[in-house]
């Protein structure tokens, strides 16, 4: 998680000037759904844990900031409710694949039917990670009041643990596309070659993440996994990355670095149990407008203005000017002792 937000404290953008550019549109289309920005509300679960309301409340922020949701499979209110309490909303639904196939049919249905506009399928959980702080807070289930309801098994059934599934695979997203018309984004991938993979397979947009973090430790930071995961796809479907974005700065250099939008998860949180609805949605504004004014300092007067050329990797760059400088001054003293007269 540190490493996610150190990641683009270390990336520093490079303004273009004198461009005329005016004020930036920021709109962008995605899987056929609109959003007023490149700012995603990442899938997070229990929001009830941050405000009564949960992701009613989250749902009509993002609602109000013309952003897209992607509701949580884990979500403490149903997917249902969620997309009756914000009519406006754009909802996309984020899936773990469970052992029982028939099961996971009908949590599909039931997201179909409430108006989800696309699949999100996590693909980096067949284990639970461990969680440390979660283990030291003594955080191992939710309240009893509080359940995921996207997992009761009918209206007034049981609820269903999450199972994360060692043996998901690719053949599991092939079903899922035979499954369901709604586009599928998988969500979770690192390497380019399961990018390529993911798009032989019928995704329709690729997710850069390393889960917050919260997966498996020691992975490099999401943002500089998405260079080359961006170079693999080749602009065969569009890519998003999640995980340390904190600033509307912070969203210019993943745009420059070829993401086509972000996730945005903890600091909606943080809003939520700040402020209710007008928490989450005041983080969701408060982005757009670093977003925008960045863009214009950036001189950019849409998304396509950005390019790789404005973004530094400050640390990179000094690491290879003092490697080019040793080097160079190891040649220059070799080559004065050799020519020196006897």
């Given at each position: 998680?540190r490493a996610?937000?150190a990641?683009?404290?270390?990336?520093a953008?490079?303004p273009?000037?004198?461009?005329g550019?005016?004020i930036p549109?920021?709109?962008?289309t995605?899987?056929?759904?609109?959003?007023?920005?490149?700012?995603l509300?990442?899938?997070?679960?229990?929001?009830?844990l941050?405000?009564?309301q949960?992701?009613?409340a989250?749902?009509?922020?993002?609602?109000?900031?013309g952003?897209?949701m992607?509701?949580?499979m884990?979500a403490?209110?149903?997917?249902?409710e969620?997309a009756?309490?914000?009519?406006?909303?754009?909802?996309?639904f984020?899936l773990?694949v469970?052992?029982d196939?028939?099961?996971?049919?009908?949590?599909?249905?039931?997201?179909?039917s409430a108006?989800c506009t696309?699949l999100?399928?996590?693909a980096?959980?067949?284990?639970?990670?461990?969680?440390?702080?979660?283990?030291?807070?003594?955080?191992?289930?939710?309240?009893?009041?509080?359940?995921?309801e996207?997992?009761?098994?009918?209206?007034?059934?049981?609820?269903?643990?999450?199972?994360?599934?060692?043996?998901?695979?690719?053949?599991?997203?092939?079903?899922?596309?035979?499954?369901?018309d709604?586009?599928?984004?998988?969500?979770g991938?690192?390497?380019?070659?399961?990018?390529?993979?993911?798009?032989?397979?019928?995704?329709?947009a690729?997710?850069?993440?390393?889960?917050?973090?919260?997966?498996?430790?020691?992975?490099?930071?999401?943002?500089?996994?998405?260079?080359d995961?961006?170079?693999?796809?080749?602009?065969?479907v569009?890519?998003?990355?999640?995980?340390?974005?904190r600033r509307?700065?912070?969203v210019?250099?993943?745009?420059?670095?070829?993401?086509a939008?972000?996730g945005?998860?903890?600091?909606?949180?943080?809003?939520?149990?700040?402020?209710?609805?007008?928490?989450?949605?005041?983080?969701?504004g408060?982005?757009?407008?670093?977003?925008?004014?960045a863009?214009t300092?950036?001189g950019?007067a849409?998304?396509?203005?950005?390019s790789?050329?404005?973004?530094?990797?400050?640390?990179?760059?000094?690491?290879?000017?003092?490697?080019?400088?040793?080097?160079?001054?190891?040649v220059?003293?070799t080559?004065?002792d050799?020519?020196?007269p006897?």
């Amino acid at each position: 998680m540190r490493a996610n937000e150190a990641a683009f404290d270390r990336l520093a953008l490079v303004p273009r000037v004198l461009r005329g550019a005016g004020i930036p549109e920021t709109g962008v289309t995605l899987l056929n759904s609109r959003a007023s920005m490149p700012v995603l509300v990442a899938p997070t679960a229990f929001h009830r844990l941050a405000d009564p309301q949960g992701e009613r409340a989250t749902a009509r922020a993002a609602a109000a900031a013309g952003t897209i949701m992607i509701v949580s499979m884990a979500a403490t209110v149903a997917v249902e409710e969620v997309a009756a309490a914000a009519p406006g909303a754009e909802l996309w639904f984020q899936l773990y694949v469970q052992p029982d196939l028939a099961f996971t049919e009908r949590v599909v249905r039931r997201a179909e039917s409430a108006g989800c506009t696309a699949l999100v399928v996590t693909a980096d959980s067949p284990v639970m990670g461990v969680r440390e702080r979660d283990v030291r807070n003594g955080f191992h289930d939710l309240p009893a009041h509080l359940h995921c309801e996207n997992l009761r098994d009918g209206p007034d059934g049981p609820v269903r643990p999450i199972v994360m599934w060692p043996e998901l695979s690719w053949e599991h997203l092939a079903m899922l596309r035979r499954m369901t018309d709604l586009p599928l984004v998988v969500k979770g991938v690192t390497h380019p070659a399961d990018a390529r993979l993911a798009i032989d397979h019928g995704a329709a947009a690729i997710l850069v993440s390393n889960h917050g973090g919260r997966q498996l430790d020691g992975m490099p930071a999401a943002i500089d996994l998405l260079p080359d995961v961006v170079a693999e796809v080749a602009g065969a479907v569009p890519v998003l990355m999640d995980g340390g974005v904190r600033r509307g700065t912070d969203v210019v250099k993943a745009l420059a670095l070829g993401a086509a939008a972000v996730g945005v998860g903890r600091p909606v949180l943080w809003g939520l149990a700040a402020g209710g609805e007008a928490g989450a949605a005041g983080v969701l504004g408060l982005l757009r407008a670093q977003f925008e004014e960045a863009m214009t300092l950036c001189g950019c007067a849409g998304l396509a203005g950005l390019s790789r050329d404005m973004v530094r990797d400050m640390i990179r760059d000094t690491v290879r000017d003092t490697v080019r400088d040793t080097v160079r001054d190891t040649v220059r003293d070799t080559v004065r002792d050799t020519v020196r007269p006897c």
